[in-house]
């Protein structure tokens, strides 16, 4: 199973940071159980969002030729949940590289208020050895809201 935890980009800067959310829904399968009758957004799939970010970001900066795979958790501190009906803001930046691997800072947050901050280690790699490029710079369009759409969903 996969999850795609990047529901749009807001922002972005080749190389340094970039922005975008996430929705958490109640259809979601992973609030099945966690925790029955207190359905919570995992910490791991809130680090796991951004890391996804950060292969965007990684991606959209090199005109999809690589991606990231996340490596390494340094560190990660956990304010509070993401519950069903949040939107979850994410943002992460590059920090710098250290024994060949990309280093980041991100956060997630809800209406302000930070859910999980993570440092964390990913190795670039070349995206075609994983996913189509074409099928990623068209998934990043419709993210940025850049893909053609019909008048009547603008």
Do not use: I
Request: glycine share 10%.
């Amino acid at each position: 199973m996969r999850y795609l935890l990047v529901d749009r980009v807001t922002g972005w800067e080749a190389g340094r940071f970039m922005e975008g959310v996430k929705n958490v829904t109640l259809s979601e399968d992973f609030l099945e159980h966690h925790f029955p009758r207190f359905p919570v957004m995992p910490g791991s799939l809130l680090v796991e969002a951004l890391a996804q970010l950060a292969g965007w970001l990684e991606g959209a900066g090199t005109g999809f030729k690589s991606w990231l795979l996340l490596e390494r958790v340094r560190s990660v501190k956990y304010y509070g949940f993401a519950l069903p009906g949040d939107q979850v803001a994410l943002r992460v930046e590059a920090a710098g590289e250290e024994e060949g691997l990309r280093l980041f800072k991100g956060v997630a947050a809800v209406e302000g208020k930070r859910r999980a901050v993570a440092d964390f280690a990913a190795r670039a790699v070349a995206l075609a050895d994983y996913e189509d490029p074409e099928e990623q710079r068209a998934r990043f369009r419709v993210l940025r809201r850049e893909a053609p759409f019909p008048e009547a969903m603008q």
